[in-house]
């Protein structure tokens, strides 16, 4: 059973600065696509950014050149570093491991991490 553990979260201003991390555990001889997702109250779940096992990335449009999503393989952590935040980036923020243990793959969502941005 995988666990993901999501940190980082917090209250800027607007134009300011949040990293977050994400990590992964549990998992017994496993590979993970990690993503970040977030969501508002009222409005669906939507795709941020998405980092795979080989390094390739993948950005929503509305976050690319403002946020850059990186990880460390030996630490089984994803980050998602944010800059030039906005007020329409106020949202719980989701980890999503797409995890392959010994051949099967399975979901795998924390239970989030909120980002507050104020004007």
């Known amino acids: 059973q995988v666990q993901v553990v999501e940190s980082g979260g917090g209250s800027v201003q607007a134009g300011g600065s949040l990293t977050l991390s994400c990590t992964a555990s549990?998992?017994?001889?496993?590979?993970?696509?990690m993503s970040w997702r977030r969501q508002v109250p009222g409005k669906e779940r939507e795709f941020v950014a998405r980092?795979?096992?080989?390094?390739?990335?993948d950005y929503a449009d509305f976050v690319t050149g403002r946020f850059t999503i990186s990880q460390d393989n030996a630490k089984n952590t994803v980050y998602l570093q944010m800059n030039s935040l906005k007020p329409e980036d106020t949202a719980m923020y989701y980890c999503?491991?797409?995890?392959?243990?010994?051949?099967?793959?399975?979901?795998?969502w924390g239970k989030g991490t909120l980002v507050t941005v104020s004007s």
């Open positions: 980092i795979e096992d080989d390094g390739s990335t």
């Open positions: 999503k491991v797409f995890a392959v243990c010994r051949g099967y793959g399975m979901d795998y």
């Open positions: 549990g998992g017994t001889d496993c590979t993970y696509d």
